[in-house]
């Protein structure tokens, strides 16, 4: 991974400790910002998509294609964002039944979704996102992506959603794995740390806010509060120092990948029936050693 990305509130783009930062912020409260500044780090803007869909099963609520395409434009222009997510629709079981809709037409309009702000604005830094629930689904969403003229491989960046919440499973495991193999630059967004040490190493980039939900299960009273404070506050959500912390363990588990436990799909299973029970025994063996080294230099980290 390249780039991982903070989740932070708009305030902190301009904050000195943290320059220099990749942070990650949610289009919903950016946009109710008035006055734009330059920002201290690289940043991406979520959509606000799940919480549109989770809330409303629609984006009716949220804004136009046109007053998003306006306010992308503005972050561009103004914060100096690196890209910006589509009004993508995720295919979550839970949120396709709230929006009554299927897989196949989440996907069609998430598609139509970054057609629509390419073609209000050509310019605007608008990453592709696939989205799915199983693998199959992820398949055919990059084989509706290139129907529709977009080839995933020469993005510089594509998130893939619907996933986060699922992480550190070996079914998410295999299906990054699957996609990443696609030779697409892939964006995990919000991972916590044990998704990020179980397929990190296979993002372009990803984001993550996971450290505000630890923060509000810390004890009351805050041992990351400033010099000079005037007194603890209730918990660590909203604490800059804790946030920062948090991200020196997550870049810490994107240090120390965790040892995957190796899965065969049909293909590779008919190749290791052709071997000979010797041959087949050795490879049994090599793999042994490969997963048991990789645990112990997991363990040493």
Same mark, same amino acid.
């Given at each position: ?125 608008? /990453? ?58 892939? @964006? ?44 603890? @506050? ?20 994107? /240090?120390?990948?965790? /040892? ?42």
């Amino acid at each position: 991974m390249t780039t991982f990305y903070l989740g932070v509130p708009p305030a902190w783009l301009h904050r000195s400790e943290f320059a220099g930062i990749p942070m990650f912020v949610s289009n919903r409260p950016l946009s109710r910002l008035r006055r734009l500044s330059r920002a201290l780090g690289p940043v991406a803007v979520d959509s606000g998509g799940f919480s549109e869909l989770s809330e409303h099963g629609s984006w009716d609520h949220g804004p136009t294609p046109r007053r998003y395409a306006a306010q992308v434009a503005r972050y561009r222009d103004d914060i100096g964002i690196r890209w910006a997510a589509p009004q993508d629709w995720m295919c979550e079981p839970w949120i396709v039944a709230k929006t009554g809709l299927s897989v196949v037409e989440h996907q069609r309009r998430t598609i139509g979704s970054y057609l629509d702000l390419k073609g209000i604005d050509a310019t605007l830094p608008i /990453a592709p996102v696939i989205q799915g629930w199983q693998i199959a689904d992820y398949e055919r969403h990059i084989a509706m992506y290139e129907q529709a003229g977009v080839d995933l491989r020469a993005q510089p960046i594509v998130g893939i959603g619907s996933v986060c919440r699922r992480q550190g499973t070996r079914e998410a495991a295999e299906l990054v794995t699957r996609i990443a193999d696609h030779g697409i630059a892939l @964006h995990g967004f919000g991972f916590k740390i044990d998704g990020l040490r179980e397929v990190g190493d296979r993002f372009a980039s990803a984001d993550s806010m996971a450290w505000a939900y630890a923060g509000r299960r810390e004890r009351a009273g805050c041992d990351y509060r400033s010099p000079g404070s005037r007194g603890p @506050h209730k918990n660590e959500a909203n604490c800059p120092r804790y946030a920062l912390a948090w991200r020196r363990k997550a870049l810490a588990a994107l /240090a120390t990948p965790r /040892a995957r436990q190796l899965t065969f799909d049909a293909l590779a299973l008919d190749a290791l029936r052709t071997l000979t029970p010797a041959q087949q025994a050795a490879k049994a063996a090599e793999l042994r050693a490969l997963t048991a080294t990789t645990a112990e230099e997991t363990d040493r980290a």
